[in-house]
């Protein structure tokens, strides 16, 4: 299937690894430009690096933190006209919400609702003017599917859901999309890095927990995140300019609403 999109510039964020590089990469074998962001030269490099080699794309880098306007505009910089946006930003910390302080659920809410707004604001009249446009906010499951102690996550990431199901409604006639992808546990060196913390009493080995949390998942697995990156291109594609303002789980099954 040709996805239409061969040519177009592709702007993914937090891309050197994980469920970000799995989209740049997906995006790449289609075609697109891609201009991948994050913190750390070191890991972008590694990153582009493979992308290039797995697809013959031409891959950009840009270095920087995008919960920041200096990391953004440095996005925006090396991608300037992205006809395709993958907003995306590490999830802020667990806890129980009364360690929180306002500082905390302020540094949450530049990361995980304002920078995608930011960029949003940034790209969405250029896409308009060009008459195609995608955006995707990698958000969490747990938006739809909260856990007590992912409170700043729960609340901050239901904002941008919120914000996004109104103006969603407005560019889509210029066919320019806006859409979620709510991921559940997917086999990430982030999600491997929880357990490991997790297991630190030595009550279980961390290989332990990882096969116990797996095989509870209706899937009986964790996510590989290849699969979350072919979803990622497909919503992006010439084939979904029908679907807009949606919050699509990919988990494995594990939110059990019918909603």
């Not at 910089?77 to 946006?85: E, H, T």
């Not at 996004?164 to 889509?172: D, K």
């Not at 859409?179 to 009493?201: E, H, I, K, Q, W």
Request: glycine share 12%; proline share 4%.
């Amino acid at each position: 299937m040709d996805l239409g999109i061969s040519g177009k510039r592709a702007l993914v964020c937090a891309a050197s690894k994980g469920l970000g590089k799995a989209c740049a990469m997906h995006l790449a074998r289609e075609g697109a430009e891609v201009t991948i962001a994050a913190r750390t030269l070191e890991s972008l490099e590694a990153a582009a690096a493979d992308i290039r080699q797995d697809s013959g794309a031409k891959v950009i880098i840009a270095v920087g933190d995008v919960a920041t306007e200096e990391g953004r505009q440095a996005a925006l910089a090396a991608c300037p006209q992205p006809d395709i946006l993958v907003a995306n930003c590490g999830g802020p910390p667990p806890g129980d919400f009364r360690q929180f302080s306002r500082d905390d659920w302020i540094k949450a809410f530049d990361a995980n609702m304002m920078s995608s707004i930011e960029l949003i604001k940034a790209t969405v009249d250029g896409m308009i003017a060009r008459k195609f446009g995608r955006i995707i906010n990698i958000t969490s499951a747990a938006v739809k599917n909260p856990i007590p102690m992912l409170a700043l996550s729960n609340g901050i990431r239901a904002g941008l859901t919120g914000f996004v199901a109104g103006l969603s409604r407005e560019t889509v006639r210029h066919n320019v999309t806006i859409n979620n992808l709510l991921p559940g546990p997917f086999d990430t060196d982030r999600l491997r890095g929880g357990f490991l913390a997790r297991t630190r009493s030595g009550a279980q080995s961390m290989e332990e927990a990882v096969a116990k949390a797996a095989a509870a998942n209706p899937a009986g697995r964790f996510g590989d995140p290849d699969e979350f990156g072919a979803t990622c291109a497909f919503l992006c594609s010439q084939y979904a300019g029908y679907i807009t303002g949606q919050n699509l789980v990919i988990d494995g099954g594990d939110y059990r609403g019918m909603l």
